[in-house]
């Protein structure tokens, strides 16, 4: 049997009611391993745009003797499966960029989900604000902890609803704060130092325009604020 922690286990977690996921950008095959093993699906697709992890998935696969419940496909983003073969999606530990890339490829594919499940590593604006502005509501989002490093996952679904938030809730998700998630206070610290850090290096440069280096001030000073609220 084999053992999820961190932000690999809460991602799986988060597939709950869905029966035929399907797992891109899998590498080693954890998480299908798992959803199988856990009993949670009976049969998962495992893709990559690369030969190498889809070589050690396999190994993995055979090593678990799963090879008649996991599917392994090669190729990129969302292109190897069919519509309406899975009824869910992971799209884990790559960009925001990335992510939404993918997402915008096959845009008939998500939009029939019964849910998307994503891990951003970085550049979770980019992703969120293409969510909200591309009709998909944010079921669930939750932070966890994982190797020192605190991560976001979401799990969205589409319901053709166009929206706008305020920047902050761009780069800090709403349900966040809604939820009173128990890491935000420490990411809040975590994405201030990192605004702090863009804000002062446009300034200092002097070669950006101003109104940019005033809207990321404002953000900075946005995050500050949304801190103080924080209950710890």
Do not use: W
Not at 184 to 210: N, T, V
């Amino acid at each position: 049997m084999i053992h999820l922690q961190g932000r690999l286990l809460q991602t799986a977690s988060m597939l709950e009611g869905c029966e035929r996921p399907a797992d891109i950008g899998t590498d080693h095959a954890y998480i299908p391993i798992y959803l199988v093993q856990s009993g949670k699906c009976d049969r998962v697709i495992a893709t990559d745009v690369k030969k190498g992890p889809l070589k050690k998935a396999a190994m993995n696969i055979e090593k678990h003797q799963l090879k008649e419940q996991i599917e392994l496909r090669l190729g990129d983003g969302l292109e190897p499966v069919k519509q309406g073969e899975c009824d869910s999606f992971i799209v884990a530990g790559m960009g925001g960029v990335v992510i939404t890339e993918i997402l915008e490829k096959s845009p008939e594919i998500v939009k029939q989900a019964k849910a998307l499940v994503l891990q951003p590593v970085y550049t979770e604006a980019c992703l969120r604000e293409y969510l909200c502005r591309s009709g998909f509501r944010t079921e669930s989002e939750v932070l966890v902890l994982d190797e020192g490093r605190i991560y976001v996952i979401l799990r969205v679904a589409y319901d053709g609803i166009l929206r706008q938030e305020e920047d902050l809730h761009y780069h800090i998700g709403r349900v966040l704060f809604e939820r009173k998630d128990p890491l935000l206070k420490p990411y809040l610290e975590r994405r201030i130092r990192i605004q702090s850090k863009i804000a002062h290096g446009m300034a200092k440069s002097g070669l950006r325009d101003p109104n940019d280096i005033k809207k990321e001030l404002c953000l900075q000073e946005r995050m500050k604020e949304a801190y103080i609220t924080v209950e710890t």
